[in-house]
C-alpha cells in the first residue's frame, strides 16, 4: 500500500502549504507524514522537518526520497520529542485519525509558546459529474473531516482561521490504479476483491479515451491554522526513545523545478440546478 500512496496520492499547493506555515523557515514537526508528500513541499519552502509516522514502510519510502530529513515511528497521541520545541506542528491527511484529547495534549506539550498547529488535506471535487462518478466507484474520501469544532472544543487554541486551495492533479492509467488501491477502504479488501475494484476504475478511465494523455483530477485543498494558547501548555515527562541516525551521506536536496500544467477551464453548468461544474479536457 506504501508504494501504490506514493505513486496515486496527490501533492498540496504551495501557496496553501505557505498560508500555513509562513515564508520563514520554521521548525516543524509533521505528523502523519506517510511517504512525504506534504514534506517535500516543507522541505523545499526551507522548513527544518522532524517527520513522523507510525508505518514504517511509508517512512522509508519518505526516508529514500528526502535522506536529509529527520524521521522516526511515532504516533500523535505519544509524539516522540521532548516539550516546546517546535514553531509548527502540521498534519496533513491524517486528524481525522488521532485520539483527538490525546492528541491536542501532546501537540500543545511540543509547541513553543505562540506555536501554531497546522492541518491541511485534499478532497475531491465531486461537483463535477465525472469526479462524482469516481468517487460512487472508490468511496468517499475518508479524510473530509473538518477539526475546527475538535479544536474549539478542546480549549487549547486559539479561534481557528480556514482557508480553501483548489489545484489539480494529472492522474493516468496507471496513477489511477495506484489511487484506488492507496485508499484505505480498500486496502481492507481481500486480494480478489481489491483486484476487481482496480479492474471497474480502470474500465471507468478507458471509456473517457484519454490514454496516456491523463486526466485532470480536481481538488479543494482546505486548509487549517489555530494558535496553541499559553495556558494549554501540558508539562510532563514522556519517554523521548532515542533513534541512531543511520549513516547516510550528506546529500544537498535537488532543487524542485514545478514543471507548469495547464489546467482545465471550469465553468459552472447554467443548466444544472446541483450547481455540478464541467471540465473541458482539451
Known sequence: MADSYDRG????????VKWLVGDEPVSVLELGAGTGKLTEVLVGLGHDVFATDPDDAMLDILSEKLPDVRATSGTAEQIPTGDSLYDVVVVGQAFHWFDHAKALAEIGRVLKTDGRLAVIQNERDERIPWVRKLGRLIGKPDSAFDPTKVLDDSGQFSAVEAKTFRHWQVVDR???????????NIAILDPEAQDQKRREVLAFYDDYGRGMDGMQLPYNCRAWHAQVLPHAEVKHTVEVVEVADAERPTVPLAKRTDTAVRLPRVVTDPDNGDDDLLIDFR
Open 9 to 16: 496520492r496527490p501533492s498540496y499547493p504551495v501557496d496553501a
Open 174 to 184: 496507471h496513477s489511477i490504479q495506484d489511487l484506488v488501491l492507496s485508499r484505505s
